[in-house]
């Protein structure tokens, strides 16, 4: 049974990000209020407890508000919220969190931060620097033991060094809130520029990384995992080929699109269901073309919480 989706609520965006193409579609086939009431009514989705929404950009759509809303009416089991922004709108952010994290077991807002002002520039394709600040520094205010905010940092050839990485480690300590970052590797659905393959990097930059990672953000269950992977490409909650895939991708965590196509997760193009029926392929098989094993918060943090392949 799904456990947890992660959304695409809109490819709508107002960023032009070199690792990310999705802005290209600019919202066309973005669902519905009625089409995401079907996708959220149909019985796939009875057990969903984890509901992360992301884009594109969703604080650019206009009725983000009221789509979350009937989400969670319809997701009644949802206990883990998650909304994943750039940052640009930060009245919306805040008011996100202050509206949706009564109730919940968790409300959080991570925000894009890929390094100083500059790097941030160029990879995002737009000057955000300021704002990204500005709506963490709102949603801090909210934090307690139901909300919480958190820089997010993508990896790629352009940032991937010490000074980048302790530059929003700096941040996110003088802000008071967390930090959290991974690769970026191959995607067939968000496309970009980045490193096809772990073993594209070299083993010395992603010693490097693994060691920041130990020496200061060792507390985190995801970077002591995402320390071993950048290591020696192991992660073994998630298995691997060899020994068998353990990730929960395609049974306990999908991926839905902004056309409502539904996937195991965003690294694999093996379709299996969409928003008019619901997941039709209950078993899919990943791993057959899909990079697995990746290391991103959106799957590992489901199979460590609702558990993987047997």
Known sequence: MVKSVYHELTSLCNCRCKVCNVWTVGGKGDLSQEQLTKLYTNESFKDVEDYCISGGEPTCRPDLFSVTESALDNLNKVRLLFLTTNGTNPNKAEEFLKRFKKGLELCCVSISLDGDRETHKYLRGADIYDSALE????????????????????????NWNLEQLSHVLSLSKE?????????????????????????????????????????????????????????????????SRAEGIKCSAGLTSVFINSFGDIYPCMNSANKIGDY?????????????????????ECQVYPTMIFGGRK
């Open 276 to 296: 008019r029926q619901g997941i039709t392929n209950k078993t899919p098989i990943v791993g057959e073309t899909e990079p697995c094993p990746c290391c991103s």
């Open 135 to 158: 709506t963490a520094k709102a949603c801090a205010r909210l934090q307690d033991k139901n909300a919480e905010v958190t820089f997010s940092m993508t990896l790629s050839n352009d």
């Open 175 to 239: 802000l008071g809130v967390g930090f959290t970052f991974r690769p970026r590797l191959h995607n067939p659905y968000f496309g970009g520029h980045f490193n096809s393959q772990l073993d594209a990097i070299p083993k010395e930059k992603r010693i490097e990384v693994a060691r920041f990672i130990r020496d200061y953000m060792g507390t985190s269950k995801f970077m002591k995992i995402e320390a071993e992977y950048l290591e020696n490409g192991r992660i073994p909650i998630m298995g």
